[in-house]
């Protein structure tokens, strides 16, 4: 079971009406419980993100058919629309919260649409879902600085553990963005696992701080999105996701060399 690939969905905002800022990686309420009875007419099994990494990091057997559902975010219809999909199917789920998006003591104003407040992520978290960390105010984590990278994973760490009373094990990339830099600040902060992007089934081998991610959004078509959960056409589906990534993986590492050169002098 070692070698298993793992669809791990990436879903965003579950609306009706989301603004413009969230419109193309939001999804209907509609299609989200479409898609949610496809997992269970087709018998996967929904673990955690921290299940999954569990059962990879101690060899045991993945569950049969196995899949992860995860939210980025936090936007509020992941508590008024998925939840009670979730519920109906008895499946649980990952939350990755920027805690200066949520509305209450924390909030910075950043937030990209209605969020949730730290209620509902009370609610969801008692209900099954597992909440991880998504930064505090969602940045390019690979062009911060050291010190503005720690205080992003730590800040959000601790607001999570101090509303929760439980410390999050799990974090995602903001933008899906990462480098060895902010994996292991990732690690050395306490994350046991994190997810990317990268839009392709997650393995064992890719490390647990380097999983891989396949993106649902409003253009996702239920053929799609079971080609997707099958595992079938990835490479197809998501063809020009890819060129895109690896264009801006360029404008992105330029940048950075610049700002390093600027700030040595040179």
Not at 79 to 96: I, Q, S, W
Request: charged content about 25%.
């Amino acid at each position: 079971m070692s070698d298993t690939a793992v669809p791990i969905l990436m879903y965003h905002a579950v609306a009706t009406d989301p603004n413009e800022a969230t419109r193309a990686l939001s999804v209907t309420p509609e299609a989200f419980a479409e898609q949610m009875a496809v997992l269970a007419d087709r018998g996967l099994t929904p673990l955690t993100t921290a299940g999954l990494a569990a059962c990879w990091r101690s060899g045991r057997p993945l569950p049969a058919r196995p899949v992860l559902i995860t939210f980025d975010d936090g936007y509020e219809g992941v508590h008024r629309h998925a939840l009670p999909v979730l519920a109906k199917h008895g499946f649980p789920a990952t939350l990755f919260v920027s805690t200066g998006w949520l509305r209450g003591p924390y909030d910075t104003g950043g937030g990209l649409d209605r969020m949730l407040d730290w209620d509902q992520v009370r609610e969801l978290a008692a209900a099954g879902v597992e909440i991880g960390g998504h930064s505090h105010s969602h940045p390019q984590l690979d062009q911060v600085s050291d010190a503005g990278l720690r205080f992003e994973l730590i800040h959000c760490k601790e607001i999570v553990a101090d509303q929760l009373g439980t410390v999050p094990a799990s974090f995602a990339y903001p933008y899906g963005y990462s480098s060895r830099r902010v994996r292991r600040a990732v690690r050395e902060t306490g994350y046991a696992q994190a997810l990317a992007v990268g839009n392709g089934l997650a393995r064992r081998a890719q490390g647990p701080y380097a999983l891989r991610r396949v993106t649902v959004r409003r253009g996702t078509g239920i053929e799609e999105f079971e080609r997707v959960v099958e595992g079938h056409a990835i490479a197809r589906t998501f063809a020009r996701d890819r060129a895109l990534t690896k264009g801006y993986a360029l404008v992105r590492r330029t940048r950075q060399a610049r700002r390093l050169v600027s700030r040595s002098g040179v």
